[in-house]
């Protein structure tokens, strides 16, 4: 790993997610397949993981395949789903090096049983590593992980596990993809849309947004670097003015 140029810590974001967005753009602007930009995107997907594990990011979440996202021509989401398939399977040994625990947010069982095994495997081989955590959104969608969360809780409340009223903030996050993880502190999405297409609505509430134009595969490191710095350089007020959080 190269040099760490983020010299103050303290404003780190602890976790960081990403709508890896304009893939198949980028590669439409060079006359190529959608499939083209996929692959280049997958470059981006290391040197941003590399850079995040290096500046000490604890938490990461890449928006790799959203539920709505099965609905695109199905070359390209076999394209896709074969892409993850061999990054996957190309990446555990650096994960493994780099400390990296490997976690999925989504519908694992939509995915083809190929890559939903070398998944498993890498997760399983990655769940004691400590150093940082990587969230795969695969077949991921908020609004259903929502649901799924309010059917569990309710689920709990119909046998007397939990009483409604003892429903809380921290007990629903604790039935979404990313329980026992911090939310979120900056988005960031790429490709030049500015919104959030169903990625993590609930956990993204106090997030500062980060939109940029820069297309997924010419994200790399200095613009990861640009966008941690950008954070750094808010006020998150959490409600409160500016004068009481200097007074703090
Ligand atoms: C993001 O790039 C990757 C996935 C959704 C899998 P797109 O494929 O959406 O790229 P654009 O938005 O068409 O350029
Ligand atoms: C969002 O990108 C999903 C991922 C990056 C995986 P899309 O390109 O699918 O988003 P929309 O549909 O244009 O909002
Ligand atoms: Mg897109």
Known sequence: M???VISDTSTLPVHIAIVMDGNGRWAEERNQPRLF?????????????ETAREIGIQHLTLYAFSTENWKRPSLEVKGLMSLLDSYLKSEQKTMLKN?????????????PPQVRKTLTRVISATAQCTAMTLNLALSYGSRNEIIRAVRE????????????????????????YTAGQPDPELFIRTGGERRLSNFLLWQVSYAELYFTDVKWPDFG???????????????????????????E
Do not use: W, Y
Not at 153 to 176: F, Q, R, W, Y
Not at 234 to 242: A, L, N, S, V
């Open 2 to 4: 190269g040099d760490t």
């Open 37 to 49: 930009g996929h692959k280049a995107g997958v470059k981006s997907v290391r040197t941003v993981v």
């Open 99 to 111: 400390d990296i625990r490997l976690q999925c947010l989504g519908q694992l069982n939509r995915l």
């Open 153 to 176: 809780v309710s689920g709990k409340c119909m046998t007397g596990e939990l009483a409604p009223d003892d429903l809380n903030e921290e007990i629903l996050s604790n039935h979404l």
């Open 221 to 247: 490191r200095a613009e990861l670097l640009e966008a941690v710095a950008d954070f750094g350089a808010r006020q998150r007020r959490f409600g409160k003015t500016g004068s009481q959080l200097s007074q």
